[in-house]
């Protein structure tokens, strides 16, 4: 049974960052076969697509994270990260990590099959 486990979030002050962790474990295939990605639900507001990396290392952000959240792996480590710098308080939300086997999946939620439970993130002005 695929279980992913998040952490790493809290509360912050405009500006500050945090790093988002994500620990798969129960994978039927090998780590670095899956497409991972990393979402974010503001309450009252549909789930958005942050960051994804897929099996071949290929990137993809949301436009309104490029060039202050980076996504990472750590494939022999079975784990996800979001590096989060310079955050605003509209970066406040629940974060999600995803996974999908052998796929280009990119930003789409609906693209992926398994999830973790989300930790939150909390950004003052």
């Known amino acids: 049974q695929v279980q992913l486990v998040e952490s790493g979030g809290g509360s912050v002050q405009a500006g500050g960052s945090l790093r988002l962790v994500c620990a798969a474990s129960g994978l039927t295939y090998t780590y670095s076969w899956y497409s991972m990605g990393w979402f974010r639900q503001a309450p009252g507001k549909e789930r958005e697509g942050v960051a994804a990396?897929?099996?071949?290392?290929?990137?993809r952000y949301v436009d309104s994270v490029k060039g202050r959240f980076t996504i990472s792996r750590d494939n022999p480590k079975n784990t996800l990260y979001l590096q989060m710098n310079s955050l605003k308080p509209e970066d406040t939300a629940m974060y999600y990590c995803?996974?999908?086997?052998?796929?280009?999946?990119?930003?789409?939620?609906?693209?992926?099959?398994?999830w973790g439970q989300g930790t939150q993130v909390t950004v003052s002005s």
């Open positions: 995803a996974a999908k086997y052998y796929s280009d999946a990119g930003l789409a939620s609906s693209e992926y099959n398994y």
């Open positions: 990396i897929n099996r071949v290392g290929r990137l």
